[in-house]
C-alpha cells in the first residue's frame, strides 16, 4: 500500500515535488519514455532486438529487462509472459518534470479516474494504481513509487519523472552505471522513442480524455479526423486510431503499434537489415500482420503525408507484436521523411 510516508521517503526534491503539486492546470508531458512488452520466449526476443538493434541492458525489475533505446533513459521493458498472461504491449510510459505521486492522482480524480487495484493488471477502465517497487524487483530502499492508470478502453498507462529509466532510487532514476552490452553490434541503431497508436472505441471520447488531462498540442493531421497529439517539444506524439483496419487486419483495443527513430532511414536498408534476421516482406497488403513481418505503407496526402508518399515502415517481433521504425526527425507530418510538423 502506498502511504503519506513512503511518499515523503521516496521523493526527496520536496521543493520541486510541491511547486509542481501546487500549480493549476493539466498535467505537462515532458516525453515518451517506454514501452513494456510481455514475450513467449525470452530468450528468443532478447536475441531477435540486440542482433536487430543492438539494445544493451540499461536495468533490471526482477524478470524485466530494461532495454536502452540510444543514449536513454527512453527503453523496451521486456519479460516472459506469466502463465495466462496476454503476449504482446502490456503499457506504455510518459513523463513529466517534478513527478508527484499526490498531485498526478489528484488530477486523475478531476478527469474520473478512481483508486483500483490489488495490481496495475487487475484495474479496470479509468482506474489508478501506484505500484511501490522493492528491492528486490530493482526498486529503491525504501521503494520506488509507479503510478498506473487506464483509459476508457483499460489501456494501461504508466506516468513517471522526466528522469525514469526504470531503476533504482525515489524516482527510478538510477539504472546500471555500464549498461551490459549486447554480444554483438546492431544491424541498425535506434536513437530514440516516437510514439504509440492506441486503438480506441471511441475517438472522440478518447481525445477528449487524453486531451484533458495532459492538453497536449496537436503537431499534426494524419487526415481530416485523426490529429497527433505532441508530447513535450516534440517530435515525439499520441496518435489515436479507432475502427477500420491496420492494413486490412481487425483492429483490438490496446497498443497497436510503438514507434522508434534512427539516423539515416532509407527504406531498402532497413528491409535487408531486418532480412538478415529472418523478417521477411508481406506479399499481401491486407491481412492480420502474422510474426517476423514487414511492410512500407505510403501516406498520400489524403492522410497528412508527402504528394507523393511518406513512406511508413513496419515490422513485427517473434510473437508478431507490431513496430514502426522512421527518421530521428519523424513528427508524424509531412515530407517525404515525415518530418513537417507545426512549428
Not at 540486440?50 to 533490471?60: A, E, F, K, S
Not at 495490481?119 to 522493492?134: E, K, N, T
Not at 528486490?136 to 498506473?148: D, Q, S, V
Not at 497528412?304 to 513528427?331: H, N, R, V
Request: glycine share 14%.
Amino acid at each position: 500500500m502506498f502511504t503519506r510516508r513512503n511518499l515523503l521517503l521516496s521523493v526527496p526534491a520536496l521543493a520541486a515535488s510541491r511547486a509542481w503539486a501546487q500549480s493549476a492546470g493539466p498535467i505537462r508531458l515532458r516525453s515518451f519514455n517506454h514501452v513494456t512488452i510481455r514475450v513467449s520466449d525470452f530468450k528468443r526476443s532478447l536475441e531477435f532486438y540486440q542482433t536487430l538493434l543492438g539494445m544493451p541492458v540499461q536495468g533490471h525489475q526482477g524478470a524485466t529487462v530494461s532495454l536502452r533505446i540510444g543514449t536513454g533513459p527512453q527503453h523496451i521493458g521486456m519479460s516472459a509472459a506469466a502463465p495466462g498472461e496476454r503476449i504482446g504491449f502490456h503499457h506504455f510510459c510518459m513523463t513529466a518534470d517534478g513527478f508527484g505521486v499526490d498531485r498526478v492522482l489528484k488530477m486523475l480524480a478531476d478527469h474520473g479516474v478512481t483508486p483500483g487495484g490489488p495490481s496495475a493488471a487487475a484495474l479496470g477502465p479509468l482506474q489508478s494504481f501506484v505500484r511501490v517497487r522493492s528491492e528486490a524487483e530493482g526498486g529503491g530502499k525504501e521503494g520506488t513509487p509507479e503510478l498506473y492508470f487506464t483509459d476508457q478502453d483499460g489501456i494501461l498507462v504508466q506516468l513517471q519523472d522526466a528522469s525514469y529509466c526504470g531503476g533504482s532510487g525515489p524516482l527510478g532514476n538510477i539504472c546500471l552505471a555500464k549498461p551490459e552490452a549486447p554480444p554483438r553490434k546492431g544491424l541498425l541503431a535506434v536513437r530514440d522513442m516516437s510514439h504509440v497508436t492506441l486503438n480506441v472505441s471511441d475517438k472522440a471520447r478518447s481525445i477528449a480524455f487524453y486531451q484533458g488531462l495532459f492538453q497536449m498540442p496537436v503537431q499534426a493531421h494524419q487526415g481530416p479526423h485523426t490529429p497527433v497529439f505532441g508530447i513535450g517539444r516534440g517530435p515525439q506524439f499520441l496518435a489515436l486510431s479507432a475502427g477500420g483496419a491496420n492494413a486490412g487486419a481487425p483492429r483490438k483495443m490496446g497498443i497497436g503499434h510503438a514507434c522508434m527513430l534512427m539516423d539515416g532511414f532509407h527504406v531498402d536498408k532497413v528491409l535487408k537489415a531486418l532480412a538478415e534476421v529472418g523478417v521477411k516482406p508481406r506479399g499481401d497488403a491486407s491481412g492480420a500482420v502474422g510474426p517476423m513481418t514487414s511492410y512500407v505503407r505510403m501516406r498520400g496526402e489524403d492522410a497528412g503525408g508527402a504528394k507523393g508518399g511518406t513512406p511508413e515502415l513496419y515490422f513485427s517481433d517473434p510473437d508478431g507484436i507490431l513496430y514502426q521504425l522512421q527518421d530521428t526527425t519523424y513528427c508524424g507530418g509531412a515530407g517525404y521523411l515525415g518530418n513537417v510538423c507545426r512549428g
